[in-house]
């Protein structure tokens, strides 16, 4: 063999090698890119769990202090019902499949909300032990729930931009990496409330 060929065959597999090599590691980059992203996801319905297990105690409490505001219960539980039947595919993590958790997630926060409120109609209640435990639990809950939210949106972002960074781009579509949707404000948080003296 001809010093020349074996030089143009060396370079060659060099090539070759190193394009394997490159592609191997972004597959992989987006591989565990991905998989951080759905691990993020995990968490967020992790703690919106916690909450939907609480209420349960909370609804008991509150019931034994204020048994004619039943119509508030009730849409604690139905809200409660329907947020926990809302399930999201982490394949398919777009923005309205994101959209819609979150909408059954603020119709339980609303209903919450209103639960939580009763407490100022019953002097008892609002003194009672339990009562005060399972809102202390349900407010950490609630900062919970805004921290794995942003920490979602955090490594969606770093996924989203690894899948849309030339020439990652190309992988990731040859591959079907799609971007992931993001947690937002809602339309009544983008709003500013006026307040009147």
């Not at 020349?4 to 190193?18: D, M």
């Not at 992203?37 to 297990?53: C, H, I, L, P, T």
């Not at 019953?122 to 349900?138: E, G, I, S, T, V």
Request: proline share 3%.
């Amino acid at each position: 063999m001809k010093k020349s060929t074996l030089i143009t065959v060396t370079v060659i597999v060099v090539i070759i090698l190193a394009l394997f090599f490159w592609v191997k590691n972004s597959y992989n980059g987006l591989v565990k890119a991905d998989e951080q992203v759905k691990a993020a996801w995990s968490q967020v319905e992790n703690v919106y769990q916690r909450r939907a297990d609480l209420i349960p105690n909370l609804v008991a409490t509150v019931k034994g202090y204020a048994e004619h505001e039943s119509e508030t219960l009730e849409s604690v539980v139905e809200a409660r019902s329907r947020a926990t039947q809302m399930t999201v595919d982490p394949e398919n993590l777009d923005a309205e499949q994101i959209a819609e958790f979150q909408k059954a997630q603020g119709e339980l926060s609303q209903a919450l909300g209103r639960l939580i409120m009763l407490q100022e109609n019953y002097p008892d209640l609002k003194a009672n032990q339990n009562f005060r435990d399972l809102q202390a639990q349900l407010e950490g809950t609630e900062n919970r729930i805004a921290t794995e939210r942003m920490k979602f949106n955090e490594t969606a972002r770093s996924y989203n931009t690894m899948v849309r960074s030339f020439p990652r781009n190309i992988f990731a579509s040859m591959f079907g990496f799609d971007t992931k949707g993001y947690f937002e404000a809602s339309e009544e948080a983008r709003t500013a409330p006026k307040v009147e003296f």
